[in-house]
């Protein structure tokens, strides 16, 4: 089966259809049958542009969405349970998506933990938070 890559904007047109005719294309091109590659950094673009402005969705609507995104079998993933991994700290700490992405690609790796300045991590299983 053929397998496209998409770029954050594809993902954001076609959850928000906040364009007509881009979101029309955003939608041809996820519905079209290929399997959508979906690269770790644009889950993370994707994550940041919906928490931005004009947006402002919650941590709760992205984690619905990604969760919703796991799910289905259009999207593929570079490794999705990895990335199940991070929504489920995400959904349950204070940092950002891509901090825990960060973390659990360390851990896929069998780092010892991930050293971060980010205090928003203190506490958080797999990070060493310095000052």
Known sequence: MP???VDTNILV???TKDDER???QASEIIESGEQCFVAN???????WVLRGKPYQFSREEIS???NLMLQCLTFEFENRSVIYQALQQFQQGKADF??????AIA???????TATFDRK????KGFDVFE
């Open 3 to 5: 397998v496209i890559a």
């Open 13 to 15: 047109r076609y959850l």
């Open 22 to 24: 881009q979101w029309q």
């Open 41 to 47: 950094i644009v889950l993370c673009e994707f994550v």
């Open 64 to 66: 619905n969405a990604i």
């Open 98 to 103: 891509s901090d825990y992405l960060i973390g």
């Open 107 to 113: 851990r896929q790796f069998q780092c010892s933990s």
């Open 121 to 124: 991590l203190q506490n958080e």
